[in-house]
């Protein structure tokens, strides 16, 4: 079993991200962290806490960052998650409370506890793991990975989601992502690169929606809101599962292709949240913050159809 720790912002895709990691008799999820993102930090704990309930997850939630590390609230992308994140349908209800424990904190003591066995799956901004950092920055070395849904590098044509440049994981928070690069820890970003191409389709949407189990019930309600922003802005074969697919990275990486190299973030000015892989680290360049930076794989090739049937067979059933 692969011990994991789920970071996330739910968020539809969250949502869906989650139940995968739930239902794959591989993984052990330690403890689930919320942190701001496609909602404010009191609404995406409170969509968590559903999503145990209606997951049945037997997990602890820990309410993490409500602001980015330089304290600015951004808007949070309603358009596409619903003024609830999680797709207006009026089915998020919980009395639930999180664990007294801070996220960043939660992450400490797990890490510590299990050194080298932990995989974090980061699914919103990286705020959580930044803080963490300053709290014990052991943690690059003995965390197993970090598995980073954020960034997008270019590769087939994908740049960014909420700039020309920037995706908007990356974007919520550039300052905790260049620090995340910074760290010396085993890390693989699964960006837009691949996640654009791993496309829900109505057939597969269909599904979820007619399953006899709830919990895929749900995706599929929630998922309409979600499959109707991308239907506004001319996608037209379904919606991208951006988040779970950082998840099945941890499941099958064999359905991945990666590129390593250090990576860095725009942390200002007109790139803000770019995320640059130097792809030529040995040659010299004239200005170079790329320099003695630890490498990170970065997801540049992907498998879609084997991904979603990964997603379809593990939450359904084969
Ligand atoms: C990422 O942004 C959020 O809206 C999604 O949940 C996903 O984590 C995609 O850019
Ligand atoms: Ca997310």
Same mark, same amino acid.
């Given at each position: 079993?692969?011990? /994991?720790?789920?970071?996330?912002?739910?968020?539809?895709?969250?949502?869906?991200?989650?139940?995968?990691?739930?239902?794959?008799?591989?993984?052990?999820?330690?403890?689930?962290?919320? /942190?701001?993102?496609?909602?404010?930090?009191?609404?995406?704990?409170?969509?968590?806490?559903?999503?145990?309930?209606?997951?049945?997850?037997?997990?602890?939630?820990?309410?993490?960052?409500?602001?980015?590390?330089?304290?600015?609230?951004?808007?949070?992308?309603?358009?596409?998650?619903?003024?609830?994140?999680?797709?207006?349908?009026?089915?998020?209800?919980?009395?639930?409370?999180?664990?007294?424990?801070?996220?960043?904190?939660?992450?400490?003591?797990?890490?510590?506890?299990?050194?080298?066995?932990?995989?974090?799956?980061?699914?919103?901004?990286?705020?959580?793991?930044?803080?963490?950092?300053?709290?014990?920055?052991?943690?690059?070395?003995?965390?197993?990975?970090? /598995?980073?849904?954020?960034?997008?590098?270019?590769?087939?044509?994908?740049?960014?989601?909420?700039?020309?440049?920037?995706?908007?994981?990356?974007?919520?928070?550039?300052?905790?992502?260049?620090?995340?690069?910074?760290?010396?820890?085993?890390?693989?970003?699964?960006?837009?690169?691949?996640?654009?191409?791993?496309?829900?389709?109505?057939?597969?949407?269909?599904?979820?929606?007619?399953?006899?189990?709830?919990?895929?019930?749900?995706?599929?309600?929630?998922?309409?809101?979600?499959?109707?922003?991308?239907?506004?802005?001319?996608?037209?074969?379904?919606?991208?599962?951006?988040?779970?697919?950082? /998840?099945?990275?941890?499941?099958?990486?064999?359905?991945?292709?990666?590129?390593?190299g250090p990576v860095r973030v725009a942390t200002n000015g007109i790139a803000k949240g770019e995320t640059i892989l130097n792809r030529e680290p040995a040659r010299e360049y004239v200005e170079d913050h790329w320099a003695d930076i630890p490498a990170a794989n970065v997801c540049i090739g992907v498998e879609a159809a084997g991904v979603l049937d990964v997603y379809e067979h593990t939450i359904l059933g084969p």
């Amino acid at each position: 079993m692969k011990k /994991v720790i789920i970071d996330c912002d739910p968020g539809i895709d969250d949502a869906m991200a989650i139940l995968l990691a739930h239902r794959c008799k591989d993984l052990e999820i330690l403890g689930i962290t919320t /942190v701001h993102g496609n909602a404010d930090i009191e609404n995406t704990t409170a969509n968590t806490l559903h999503l145990r309930n209606v997951f049945n997850i037997d997990a602890p939630v820990h309410q993490g960052a409500g602001l980015p590390l330089n304290g600015v609230e951004l808007a949070y992308p309603t358009f596409v998650h619903g003024d609830d994140g999680m797709g207006d349908t009026g089915d998020v209800q919980s009395d639930a409370s999180a664990d007294s424990t801070e996220a960043e904190q939660f992450i400490v003591d797990t890490i510590r506890a299990n050194p080298h066995e932990v995989t974090i799956i980061t699914l919103g901004r990286l705020t959580n793991l930044a803080r963490a950092l300053t709290i014990a920055p052991e943690l690059a070395t003995l965390t197993k990975e970090v /598995v980073i849904m954020g960034g997008a590098f270019g590769e087939n044509q994908f740049r960014g989601n909420v700039s020309p440049c920037a995706e908007a994981n990356i974007y919520g928070d550039p300052d905790a992502a260049d620090a995340v690069c910074l760290a010396g820890w085993q890390k693989t970003f699964v960006g837009l690169d691949v996640t654009m191409l791993v496309v829900v389709d109505p057939q597969r949407q269909a599904k979820f929606r007619q399953s006899d189990d709830t919990a895929c019930q749900f995706i599929g309600r929630i998922s309409e809101f979600y499959n109707n922003f991308y239907t506004s802005i001319g996608y037209t074969e379904g919606f991208p599962m951006h988040d779970a697919s950082a /998840v099945a990275y941890v499941i099958a990486p064999e359905l991945f292709r990666v590129q390593t190299g250090p990576v860095r973030v725009a942390t200002n000015g007109i790139a803000k949240g770019e995320t640059i892989l130097n792809r030529e680290p040995a040659r010299e360049y004239v200005e170079d913050h790329w320099a003695d930076i630890p490498a990170a794989n970065v997801c540049i090739g992907v498998e879609a159809a084997g991904v979603l049937d990964v997603y379809e067979h593990t939450i359904l059933g084969p």
